[in-house]
């Protein structure tokens, strides 16, 4: 077990994660080591497996803290407002999506090594902050939309929330891509994270 405070611990695990982080801005996360993150903290390698077993557990934290403040976020909308329409619902909601790069990138691209690679204690952790931002995109349907019934709400959410997977690759490209596409004769319709969520989200309100 790491020694020290509560809140010693607590900034040692935010250092590494910020260290994967800077990491993950330049270099793919295959190519990100154990050894790399330690070169970024001030402590040693063997530390940080006081704290985490693999550099998948790290990028683990990350995403279940994406998903965290995602959450607060939409907890802020609800609070915020007694009623919204259709529109309000989908740009409020459109726009805590947008803050949430982070999210969507290791959503779409790294998710199942993250899962696959980490122990189940730190999984259930994350599937509880995940859990908990579908509960909250719920609570937002159901509070501004009180004739919706249950039935909808989830379907809903089960429309809603695969979707997410594809956001990040349709509006987050490469040069090379782009490069690959105009000599394929792919035709580019670019779009914005926003553009696409308030669509979908305006589009499934239709059905409640």
């Given at each position: ?53 693999t550099k998948e557990e790290i990028f ?83 509070k501004f939309f009180p004739a919706s ?60």
């Amino acid at each position: 077990m790491p020694k020290g405070s509560p809140e010693q611990k607590a900034a040692r695990r935010d250092e590494i994660m910020s260290a994967c982080l800077s990491l993950y801005q330049t270099k793919s996360f295959r190519d990100i080591s154990m050894g790399d993150i330690a070169d970024y903290t001030s402590f040693s390698r063997p530390s940080i497996y006081n704290y985490f077993e693999t550099k998948e557990e790290i990028f683990l934290a990350l995403f279940q803290r994406e998903y965290e403040c995602w959450t607060a976020d939409l907890e802020a909308v609800i609070a915020a407002n007694e009623r919204m329409d259709a529109a309000a619902f989908a740009d409020a909601a459109a726009k805590t999506v947008e803050k949430r790069t982070l999210l969507l990138k290791l959503l779409s691209m790294n998710m199942y090594d993250m899962e696959e690679h980490s122990r189940l204690e730190r999984l259930t952790d994350f599937k509880a902050a995940y859990g908990a931002s579908m509960d909250a995109l719920e609570k937002g349907l159901e509070k501004f939309f009180p004739a919706s019934t249950v039935e909808k709400r989830k379907d809903f959410i089960w429309h809603f929330f695969p979707f997410m997977f594809g956001i990040y690759p349709y509006t987050f490209v490469t040069d090379k891509q782009q490069a690959a596409m105009e000599r394929a004769g792919t035709r580019i319709l670019h779009r914005s994270v926003y553009e696409l969520t308030y669509g979908m989200i305006a589009e499934l309100l239709k059905s409640i």
